[in-house]
């Protein structure tokens, strides 16, 4: 049965199995290919999408559970052209190398930015636990976030 | 064709059933046993799916339809007080955001911060963490040294029975009942920490754990109540842990001692992770490092 799905504030339409992971939903029925897997555990953080506000580690949630719910990835983040502040100071800084872990690391430093817009830097350290970079070291997304924080992003 | 191992939709063999298994949103908690009770063998709830989408990395299969309870608003809901009921669907990040602080709640609220990551803290849920058969269960211990009652719903009404006799018997219990809520007791004057130890600061499952809930007097201990998570298959109280800290004054040699007397009383499974004596052997560290928060 076709289901209904609210991404980026956009309507989509989608026939596939209720139980499918949203990863593969986003890369494979709908062309959102920003949203990457990597362990399919749950574990690395490459895949983490925001729904109803929430960090969900889509390859491990069912297409059934977003149905209804406002979904949002790293596609979403910035306006027509131009990268959200967040991508800004994760670019200047330095932060992405590779870029596997990016989209991932962008979603839940947004949802940290929007709990706690001014985290101390034990507080990003502890929300990137979940998010494995293999380049980085951390140091320098670290450095973006609490230069977001601060208004000086780039 | 995407990355990784083959989900529910594309491996036919991983369901027990013709075609990859469906998803029933219920609407009431009345209707999810219902519809559970109808399905039998063939149906499971699903709260934050994060343990059921992992089915095919267990070689575990899936059933045909699991019944979404997400969406029941009795289910999220956390009514403060004494006792503290906390809805089934309640996600380990509702749970962390309760208070601060080492009251009756403290333990179970170190434990829902501190667990896994914000991906799966935002995600996993209460009954998730007790219906689910595995060891290292954060909330599971704070939850037994609180002396909490689960709240469940079946064909036969609705009843309450003691976690621990729950978690003892969640290989049979009966076809359609879900898990409604959890009541916590939660008086004034009660003091409670958890503690886990992993390999690495955070991320993963704990080795081993500990709750200790305390009535104090003065310092002295009145009532003491110990759980410990990860060490065997299955969490439970501490009653040598419980009897060592007893009459005593609350300090770090008292639950040294504590833990001695736990590893005792405990049969340690082994792992990957850690060996048996491993888990053991840090029981009196993790007791004293619980017992600091509370003096």
């Given at each position: 049965m076709p289901m209904q799905l609210q991404i980026n504030g956009r309507q989509y339409e989608v026939d596939v199995p209720s139980l499918k992971p949203l990863a593969r939903v986003l890369r494979?029925?709908?062309?959102?290919?920003g949203t990457k897997i990597g362990c399919y555990e749950g574990r690395c953080g490459s895949c983490n999408v925001l729904v109803d506000g929430l960090v969900v580690a889509s390859c491990l949630f069912p297409l059934g559970l977003a149905e209804g719910a406002a979904i949002r990835t790293?596609?979403?983040?910035?306006g027509e052209g131009a990268l959200a502040p967040l991508q800004e100071a994760i670019l200047s800084h330095g932060g992405v190398q590779c870029g596997i872990c990016t989209p991932g690391i962008l979603m839940t430093l947004t949802a940290l930015l929007e709990r706690s817009p001014s985290p101390a830097e034990q507080e990003v350290r502890e929300a990137l636990v979940g998010n494995l970079c293999r380049?980085?070291?951390?140091h320098k997304i670290v450095g973006a976030v609490l230069a977001v924080a601060a208004g000086r992003p780039a | 064709m995407g990355v990784g191992p083959p989900d529910a939709t594309q491996r036919?063999?991983?369901?027990?059933?013709?075609g990859p298994p469906d998803l029933y949103r219920a609407s009431s908690v009345e209707d999810a046993v219902e519809e559970l009770a109808r399905l039998g063998p063939d149906g499971e709830a699903l709260a934050g799916a994060t343990w059921v989408m992992r089915a095919p990395i267990r070689h575990e299969r899936f059933r045909r339809r699991y019944v979404s309870l997400g969406g029941i608003e009795e289910l999220t809901r956390i009514d403060p007080g004494d006792p503290t009921v906390v809805g089934a669907l309640a996600t380990h990040t509702a749970i962390a955001a309760l208070e601060t602080g080492n009251g009756p709640l403290g333990s179970l609220i170190e434990a829902a911060r501190t667990s896994a990551f914000l991906a799966i803290r935002d995600t996993a849920t209460l009954a998730g963490n007790i219906c689910t058969v595995f060891p290292e269960a954060d909330l599971v211990p704070p939850l037994l040294a609180s002396e909490a009652q689960v709240d469940v719903a079946s064909p036969a009404g609705r009843e309450s029975l003691e976690l621990g006799e729950y978690l003892v018997s969640r290989g049979a219990r009966p076809a359609g009942e879900v898990v409604v809520s959890v009541t916590v007791p939660a008086p004034a004057g009660r003091r409670s920490a958890y503690e886990r130890l992993t390999v690495?600061?955070?991320?993963e499952f704990p080795l081993a754990c500990v709750a200790v809930s305390v009535d104090l007097d003065d310092g002295m201990v009145r009532e003491a109540r110990v759980a410990v998570g990860s060490v065997e298959e299955i969490p439970r109280r501490s009653a040598a842990a419980e009897a060592a800290l007893?009459?005593?004054?609350?300090?770090v040699r008292a639950a040294e001692q504590g833990g001695l007397a736990a590893a005792g009383e405990l049969t340690a499974r082994e792992g990957l992770d850690a060996p048996g004596w491993y888990r053991l052997a840090v029981l009196p560290a993790l007791l004293a490092r619980a017992a600091a928060r509370l003096v």
């Open positions: 494979e029925d709908l062309g959102l290919m790293v596609e979403g983040l910035g380049c980085t070291g951390y | 036919p063999e991983m369901t027990a059933h013709a690495r600061g955070s991320g007893q009459g005593r004054l609350l300090d």
